[in-house]
């Protein structure tokens, strides 16, 4: 656990009352609210992933520091550490599916780790589907909600079968929407590249410090990592410590000086010059300008 983590709360997900399953639940929402006005307001994470196919309502949420009003046949997807915050919530129509780390760690889902829609490489949050899209989505869901609240032989296969189906189809969507990239092995060293800056972010700040990790020269892998996403490694690293950075500052009362460090900066001035270059605001400002669009 980061020290992000601890100031920011991760809720854990919590077993289906009707089949009691510790890793997956899938549910329909028929214009029904659950929360609590406790609820709002409050950041947090899912130790889970989450996706919700939302037919009809208009609720307001954020996630990271992106609000989002939902949209008619829209799909949204989030994955365990992005952020999130319920500013409003009005009935709304779709299923949701949930499932964990655990889920995906069983052997039958191994392939499903490494499709797009779950290493969500580019922090998407929001699919646009087309009529067709519509129809298809909504049919596996209501095939998988229908397989998971029945006892029958076989059950964990065929909601295997059908999470697999559905996401191989979302990762497909999140390709053409959020990636427009084709699998390469230049490619698949980016995703290993954004992998290594997600687990050691707060302790590795420069390139050299991954391609010793990848075991490759940081000449070579800043060529792949330009030629494959536009970006060059350094900015890939800095984006990841600043995303981080205004979460903490957005959804937490931790001190600068505290974020700095918990951050893997040594010197407090340091980070609040690097925050400036980057955002063109100090890390105070940019507090008080977030917070003051929905406080």
């Known amino acids: 656990m980061t020290a992000s983590d601890a100031l920011i709360p991760s809720y854990p997900l919590e077993p289906d009352s009707q089949t009691g399953n510790p890793m997956f639940r899938i549910n329909r929402n028929d214009s029904v609210v659950n929360y609590r006005k406790a609820d709002f307001l409050i950041p947090h994470r899912k130790d889970y992933y989450f996706f919700a196919f939302v037919r009809q309502g208009n609720s307001r949420h954020w996630i990271d520091m992106t609000p989002y009003i939902l949209k008619p046949d829209t799909f949204y997807f989030t994955i365990p550490h992005q952020v999130h915050l319920k500013e409003e919530t009005v009935p709304i129509t ?3 599916m949930s499932f964990t780390k655990d889920f995906l760690a069983l052997e039958e889902n191994r392939a499903l780790r ?3 829609i779950i290493q ?3 922090n998407g949050h929001e699919l646009t589907l087309t009529r067709q899209d519509v129809t298809f989505i909504e049919d596996v869901m209501d095939k998988l909600l229908d397989e998971y609240l029945r006892k029958s032989d076989w059950q964990q296969s065929m909601l295997f079968a059908y999470t697999k189906v559905l996401l191989i189809y979302l990762s497909r969507l999140y390709t053409e929407q959020v990636t427009s990239a084709t ?3 230049d490619r698949e060293l980016l995703k290993k590249y954004l992998q290594k800056i ?3 972010y707060t302790r590795a700040h420069e390139v050299a410090d991954y391609a010793r990790m990848l075991n490759l020269s940081a ?3 800043s060529d792949v990592v330009k030629a494959q996403s536009g970006k060059t490694a350094i900015e890939h690293i800095h984006e990841r410590i600043i995303l981080e950075a205004r979460r903490l500052l957005m959804h937490t009362d931790q001190t600068i000086k505290e974020i700095a460090f918990g951050l ?3 010197d407090a001035s340091y980070f609040n010059r690097f925050f400036k270059r980057i955002t063109q605001q ?3 400002a940019y507090r008080n300008t977030i917070r003051e669009m929905y406080l």
């Open 94 to 96: 779709g299923i949701t």
């Open 114 to 116: 490494t499709l797009p």
């Open 120 to 122: 969500n490489p580019d």
């Open 183 to 185: 699998p390469s092995p």
């Open 198 to 200: 997600e687990a050691t």
């Open 219 to 221: 000449g070579h892998l």
């Open 264 to 266: 893997g900066f040594d």
């Open 282 to 284: 100090t890390p105070l």
